[in-house]
C-alpha cells in the first residue's frame, strides 16, 4: 500500500544489486501511478538492469506518456487484462472505461516497448472461456508472442469478494 519516493527506490534496488539481482520488475498495485517510474527506469539502466513492469495499461493509453518509458528504457511489459468484453473487464477493474484504455495501451506498447506479453488472472467471469479471449487478442494483436495464464490468490481485494475466485471442478 505505500509508494516509494525515488530515493527509498534507489535504496531497495542498490540492496537487490548486493543480492547478485540483475533484473527488476515494477509491479504494484500499479507502478505506472508513481510518479518516478520513469527516472526509476533511467536509474535501472543506468546501472545496467534490465526493467520489466507488470501493469494494467490503462496509462499506457496516452502514447506519449508509454513512449517516455520505452525512452527511459523500459525493456519489457507484462500487460493485464481480463476479458475480451468490456461489461466482464469493467466489472472486475471497477472502472468504466477500462476496456478500451487497456486495449489502447497494448497497442501503444507493441509500437514502443521491446518485448509485450499478456496476463490473464483465471477468474469466476473468464475461466470458462479463456480460449475466447486469446482468440480474440490474437486476431487483434497478433504480434504478442506470449501470454500467461494465472491462477486467482485469493487474498487482499480478492478476500473482500469471494465470488470472482472460480470453483474448481
Same mark, same amino acid.
Not at 42 to 70: E, G, H, P, V
Not at 124 to 149: C, G, M, Q, W
Given at each position: 500500500?505505500? *509508494?516509494?519516493?525515488?530515493? *527509498? ?6 540492496? @537487490? ?5 540483475? *533484473? !527488476? !520488475? ?5 507502478? #505506472? ?7 526509476? !527506469?533511467?536509474?535501472?539502466?543506468? !546501472? +545496467? ?14 502514447? +506519449? @506518456?508509454?513512449?517516455?518509458? %520505452?525512452? %527511459? ?8 487484462? @481480463? ?13 468504466? $472505461? %477500462? ?5 489502447? $495501451?497494448?497497442?501503444?506498447?507493441? #509500437? ?11 477468474? %469466476? ?6 480460449? *475466447? ?13 506470449? @501470454? ?22
Amino acid at each position: 500500500d505505500d *509508494e516509494l519516493n525515488f530515493e *527509498e527506490a534507489k535504496k531497495q534496488i542498490g540492496d @537487490y544489486i548486493k543480492e547478485g539481482v540483475n *533484473e !527488476i !520488475i515494477f509491479s504494484g498495485g500499479e507502478p #505506472t501511478l508513481n510518479e518516478n517510474l520513469p527516472d526509476l !527506469i533511467r536509474y535501472c539502466k543506468s !546501472i +545496467d538492469m534490465k526493467c520489466r513492469m507488470i501493469t494494467n495499461a490503462q496509462k499506457l493509453a496516452n502514447l +506519449d @506518456y508509454t513512449k517516455k518509458l %520505452s525512452q %527511459s528504457g523500459l525493456d519489457h511489459v507484462m500487460i493485464s487484462i @481480463y476479458s475480451h468484453k468490456k461489461e466482464v473487464e469493467e466489472k472486475l477493474t471497477k472502472t468504466e $472505461g %477500462s476496456f478500451e484504455k487497456t486495449l489502447e $495501451g497494448i497497442k501503444n506498447a507493441l #509500437t514502443c516497448i521491446p518485448t509485450v506479453n499478456i496476463n490473464i488472472t483465471i477468474n %469466476s467471469l473468464n475461466a470458462t472461456n479463456l480460449d *475466447e479471449i486469446i482468440k480474440f487478442l490474437v486476431k487483434r494483436f497478433p504480434k504478442i508472442p506470449h @501470454y500467461v495464464f494465472n491462477n486467482l490468490d485469493p487474498t487482499g481485494t480478492a478476500l473482500e469478494n469471494l465470488w470472482v475466485v472460480p470453483r474448481l471442478r
